[in-house]
């Protein structure tokens, strides 16, 4: 049981380009989410899943799409990063239901837009 | 949207002390308040939740109180170790599922 795992780590990209962060669970969550971190902000919610097939926007969306095709998968695509997409992306899942709301995160993604 | 704010952003604390952190919420509606314990360059790891049906509850060292009249919550570290040195977040949610965090507070146990 790997839990929540995160692809690259680590990851540089150039002003316009574009790229997926991948995130994936092995513990059947139906909840999936994404947050950014960035100093003396805590993290902020850009995407969600409550399931396959589901996605909402969360309070920081814009620049960011995702998708959810299966239970386990729910990867983040910059459509043309900008600098202020510098930051450190995690990736969180957890059961989707009244007194289940643990979420547990991945061990994150460091991305740096030059 | 839901506010949360954590007090201090940094506390440092002689190793056997207690530490406490201190979060307020705006949202009347949230009903759960987890808190995460982040080392340098991992992710936020569960450490102790609470949901608004409890006012109290303990997991070996930690503690967490809820005052749902004052909208805020705390976290109390007794008998303090190096291990406990990182940053901690509170978070609130709702019934929809999204945490709102708080910015965060860097603890620093000093041997």
């Known amino acids: 049981n790997a839990g929540v795992t995160q692809t690259p780590k680590f990851q540089v990209l150039k002003t316009g380009q574009s790229m997926t962060l991948q995130c994936a669970q092995d513990m059947n969550h139906e909840y999936m989410s994404w947050y950014r971190q960035d100093p003396g902000m805590g993290l902020r919610l850009i995407h969600y899943?409550?399931?396959?097939?589901?996605?909402d926007q969360g309070e920081v969306p814009n620049g960011y799409n995702v998708s959810r095709s299966t239970t386990e998968d729910f990867p983040l695509r910059l459509l043309s990063a900008a600098p202020s997409q510098t930051s450190v992306y995690f990736c969180a899942s957890g059961r989707h239901g009244t007194g289940q709301e643990t979420q547990y995160f991945g061990p994150g993604t460091r991305l740096l837009v030059l | 949207g839901e506010n949360v704010e954590q007090h201090p952003s940094t506390l440092s604390v002689q190793e056997g002390d207690s530490a406490v952190i201190k979060c307020t919420y705006s949202d009347s509606a949230s009903n759960y308040f987890p808190w995460y314990k982040q080392e340098l360059g991992k992710g936020p790891q569960l450490i102790i939740d609470i949901r608004s049906n409890v006012g109290e509850k303990k997991d070996q060292r930690i503690a967490v109180t809820l005052n749902k009249t004052a909208k805020h919550f705390s976290l109390h570290i007794t008998e303090t170790q190096p291990e406990d040195s990182a940053v901690y977040f509170c978070a609130a949610s709702s019934n929809d599922y999204k945490l709102s965090f708080g910015a965060g507070t860097t603890v620093t146990v000093r041997a």
């Open positions: 899943s409550v399931g396959a097939g589901i996605t």
